[in-house]
């Protein structure tokens, strides 16, 4: 079983900066697509950002465009999200994912939770003033 870890989670105010990082046990590259995904209390996981492990091909969520980055580093194999002008709904536990099934768009794998293979423990993020 493939192992991911985030780390990187914190509390900021409203228009801060924060990177997390996800370090994978195993060749990134094998994965289909790797992302991350927010869960807040009474909400079911939502897909913030995806990235296809070969090419590159990111997929953001509506909320997060222009403001989050996910890249990947394959020689390390780890995956960052960079967050910027953070705002207190993007307060949740993010969530590290990653698909080993085929993938044909990048999108599909960030639509919905079920199209995740792996998960990583989570890591909070809290916005607040």
């Known amino acids: 079983q493939p192992q991911l870890v985030e780390s990187g989670g914190g509390s900021v105010q409203p228009g801060e900066s924060l990177t997390l990082s996800c370090k994978a046990s195993?060749?990134?590259?094998?994965?289909?697509?790797i992302g991350w995904f927010r869960q807040v209390p009474g909400k079911e996981r939502e897909g913030i950002s995806c990235?296809?492990?070969?090419?590159?091909?990111?997929s953001y969520a509506e909320s997060v465009k222009g403001r989050f980055t996910t890249s990947r580093d394959t020689a390390n194999n780890m995956v960052y999200l960079q967050m910027n002008d953070l705002r207190p709904d993007d307060t949740g536990v993010y969530y590290c994912a990653a698909r080993g099934r085929p993938l044909f768009i990048v999108q599909a794998m960030c639509a919905d939770a079920d199209e995740v293979d792996y998960w990583g423990q989570g890591a909070q993020v809290t916005v607040s003033s």
């Open positions: 990235i296809r492990s070969n090419s590159g091909s990111t």
């Open positions: 195993t060749d990134i590259l094998t994965y289909a697509g």
